[in-house]
């Protein structure tokens, strides 16, 4: 049988203390991080386990004011659109109101103008009818005294009547 050398050659070098110290620091820290670590994986866990219990315990407790929340939420919604009706309704009232007096004034506007206009046509039908009494007043009693004192002269009117622009 032939003996193969060997390929590869291992070459041990002569290792100081400090650094053969350095190794086994260095595996001591590596073991206590991965015991770190177990130690945290299992206080998440039970935590986990608390904050699912709690979170279903809150959840529990919850549930009833979250059910009296919505029902709050839909009276307010039912008041609100109420509010909102009846709110449109009263301003179409108004509307209705405002367009209605807005008439009515326009009309008594109009009536008023004709009234004054009537007046205007009254006064001087009165002031014509007060000037024709005055005048035909005035030649009664011109022809009175022409009846009763036919020798005298014509006299000018007394000075005390009052004139005709005046009546």
Avoid: C, Y
């Avoid at 206590?32 to 986990?48: C, E, G, Q, Y």
């Avoid at 039908?125 to 009664?140: N, Q």
Wanted: overall charge negative; hydrophobic content about 45%.
């Amino acid at each position: 049988m032939l003996l193969q050398a060997p390929d590869t050659v291992w070459i041990a070098a002569p290792r100081d203390p400090l650094s053969v110290a350095a190794d086994w620091a260095l595996i001591v820290v590596a073991a206590a991080v991965v015991v770190t670590a177990l130690v945290a994986l299992v206080l998440l866990l039970r935590t986990s386990r608390s904050v699912t219990r709690i979170g279903r315990e809150a959840s529990r407790k919850a549930d009833p004011l979250l059910e009296r929340g919505k029902s709050v939420a839909a009276n307010v919604e039912f008041i609100s659109a109420t509010l909102r009706t009846d709110v449109e309704g009263l301003h179409r009232s108004i509307r209705a109101l405002s367009d209605r007096l807005k008439q009515a004034s326009d009309h008594m506007e109009t009536r008023i103008e004709e009234f004054n206009a009537l007046m205007q046509v009254v006064q001087g039908e009165a002031e014509d009818v007060f000037i024709d009494t005055a005048s035909t007043a005035r030649g009664v009693r011109e022809g009175a005294r022409t009846l009763v004192a036919p020798g005298r002269s014509r006299s000018p009117a007394p000075t005390a009547s009052p004139p005709d622009d005046e009546a």
